[in-house]
């Protein structure tokens, strides 16, 4: 069986630079190109590189770095001004354009990924043939209310640790990421140990937070960035693919936090992973393949 080929490249962003990297080629019999849209905001793809095994049955499948981490342009002195959700939305046009798989696509987007494709989706894009939200929750107020559920569920004595240090701000502290990473074995990735592909996002994203701190905050529970009151809520209705919503039984974000994406997307299912949190593609690698390729055959070719 001939090797998969794999090429690199950045796309030019404006002044920037979008790193991507395509596994599989395209041609006329080929089904839709899957983009794969990270979570962060200001991770990047690593974490999600095991979709490229989807790639095996002659699909295409694109992964990028989002602008200010990984490969792409890293803009460590930009405040909340500069990083904005419509500029990660003409950053995907961009690269779907640079990239000419913007007649015939289908979105992944995990966690913020999740939203941002949503929203992109909401826009009726003539070539969007379908829309997987996976681990996603619909509006950070609702995210918001569903942490202080999860964290008060934590062992005694840890959510008061988070507490005291987010209230005198010494977030960066030992003790805080030690008490954060009970929260994160439980909701965020529960394998030990965590995955080279999750840490290599994780590190990361530490060793470049600009994005992450600024949109999002310190943690995935305490979010104080310039997304604390983003929904995606509004547009959901307008989304006319069909749709695949994806979560984790043990999942930061809830089922309360992904409900409205199943009441409001026209076509859509649910598929919650029994064993996994916040990163099933990981957590139970064999059965997410088997749903993600089940859901992809069912999208017809665009007529390319």
Request: charged share 20%.
């Amino acid at each position: 069986m001939p090797e998969t080929p794999i090429t690199k490249g950045k796309a030019p962003f404006g002044a920037y630079e979008t790193w991507y990297r395509v596994t599989g080629s395209r041609g006329r019999d080929r089904p839709p190109t899957l983009v794969v849209v990270h979570g962060g905001p200001g991770s990047t793809h690593d974490y999600l590189l095991n979709l490229s095994r989807l790639a095996e049955s002659g699909r295409q499948v694109v992964h990028y770095d989002q602008i200010g981490n990984g490969g792409s342009t890293h803009l460590p002195g930009r405040g909340s001004d500069f990083w904005t959700v419509q500029l990660f939305l003409d950053e995907l046009d961009n690269l779907l354009r640079h990239l000419a798989v913007e007649d015939d696509y289908v979105l992944f987007g995990h966690s913020w990924g999740g939203m941002l494709a949503a929203r992109h989706a909401a826009a009726r894009p003539p070539g969007l043939r379908g829309l997987v939200i996976a681990d996603s929750p619909a509006s950070y107020p609702l995210w918001l209310s569903e942490m202080k559920v999860l964290r008060d569920a934590l062992p005694p004595g840890v959510n008061d640790t988070l507490l005291r240090h987010e209230a005198a701000g010494t977030t960066d502290s030992a003790e805080y990421q030690e008490a954060a990473r009970v929260f994160y074995e439980r909701h965020v990735c529960r394998l030990t140990p965590w995955p080279r592909d999750y840490l290599a996002s994780f590190y990361e994203v530490h060793n470049d937070p600009t994005v992450y701190s600024t949109m999002n905050g310190p943690t995935e529970f305490h979010v104080v960035g310039s997304l604390r009151d983003w929904s995606v809520v509004d547009c959901c209705a307008r989304i006319t693919v069909p749709t695949l919503v994806i979560s984790g039984r043990h999942d930061e974000a809830t089922p309360a936090t992904v409900q409205p994406f199943l009441d409001l997307i026209p076509e859509v299912r649910g598929e919650i992973f029994e064993e996994s949190s916040h990163v099933p593609h990981l957590e139970e690698p064999e059965r997410f393949t088997a749903v993600m390729t089940d859901y992809l055959n069912s999208i017809p070719a665009g007529g390319r």
